[in-house]
Structure formats: C-alpha cells, structure tokens
C-alpha cells in the first residue's frame, strides 16, 4: 500500500496492483477510465509511478515532460503526491 496526498492535504492509501482512479475513485475527476478522455489528467508531485504508452490526444507530449499522467492508467510505485 501506497500512500498519495492529493492537492497538499487529502491523505489515501492506494495499493500497488490499482490505478490511482481505481484506488480513489471519486477522489479524482475522471470520465472513461481508458486513457481516451483526459479527464483524469494529474501532475506528480513527488514519487515514482509506472503506466502504459499513453495516449498522446489525451494527454500530450509536452504534458508528459512536465510530469502529467492519467490517472486511469497510471500505478504507484511509491507514496505519491499527485494535483489536479
């Protein structure tokens, strides 16, 4: 179990083997939970995290650089800090 603090002050635990929407759900906006939508766009803060090639409509190359993901496809790897 992970522990991800979301915008500086919102403490959950997530497990290792779940997405960051799967673990929060409603904790995080999300919309079609498959990387198409870009709804459940997030910027890590602090931590390690691992995810599929993701989908560059929803979440563009340059977003990628900066430290973004999508939470629907995106596992902790460690405790986490993430900002929506």
Do not use: R
Not at 31 to 59: E, F, W, Y
């Amino acid at each position: 179990m992970y522990q991800v603090i979301i915008n500086g002050k919102e403490k959950h635990l997530n497990a290792s083997d779940k997405t960051i929407v799967e673990a929060l759900g409603d904790k995080v906006p999300h919309g079609c939970k498959s990387g198409g939508c870009g709804k459940c766009k997030v910027l890590i803060l602090k931590g390690d995290v691992t995810h599929p090639i993701l989908n560059s409509i929803a979440l563009s190359a340059k977003n990628q650089e900066e430290g973004y993901t999508l939470a629907c496809q995106t596992k902790p790897l460690s405790d986490i800090e993430i900002e929506f």
